[in-house]
């Protein structure tokens, strides 16, 4: 799979991902929805740091990555890596606590961010690299 491939597959993986976290806050799963807002935006962000070659291995280096290559340089808005990180602690909380548990509204909020998110970053990659993508 040629890099241009695997930025629409990832990016795929991320609209899969926040129809499945809206699916699952519908149906009030919320820990499961917040795991699922969470992975749409690391899809997301993992395609468009692969416009750029780079492969992260962990969740933290992905934001740490997303962070110094796009966040710091001024391409993208600080606002969406902080959600991102924000996810990913709030991910983490509910898939290794027993003891948080989460309101519809905070999932919610979490579900739109991932929605904003990635339209942030397929705007972003069109304007890199591909201008055809849909």
Known sequence: MDEKEAVYELLRKA???LV???YLLEKGFCEDSAN???Y???F???ALLLTRGITVRTHRGLIATFGSEFVQTGFIDPEFGKVLRIAEELREEVD???S???LIE???AVVDDAERFLEEIREKIRLLTFPSLE
């Open 96 to 98: 290794y606590s027993i």
């Open 44 to 46: 997301a962000a993992t």
């Open 36 to 38: 699922r807002a969470y």
């Open 40 to 42: 749409s935006m690391f």
């Open 20 to 22: 499945a976290a809206r």
């Open 106 to 108: 905070e999932v919610q």
């Open 15 to 17: 609209e899969q991902r």
């Open 100 to 102: 948080r548990v989460l």
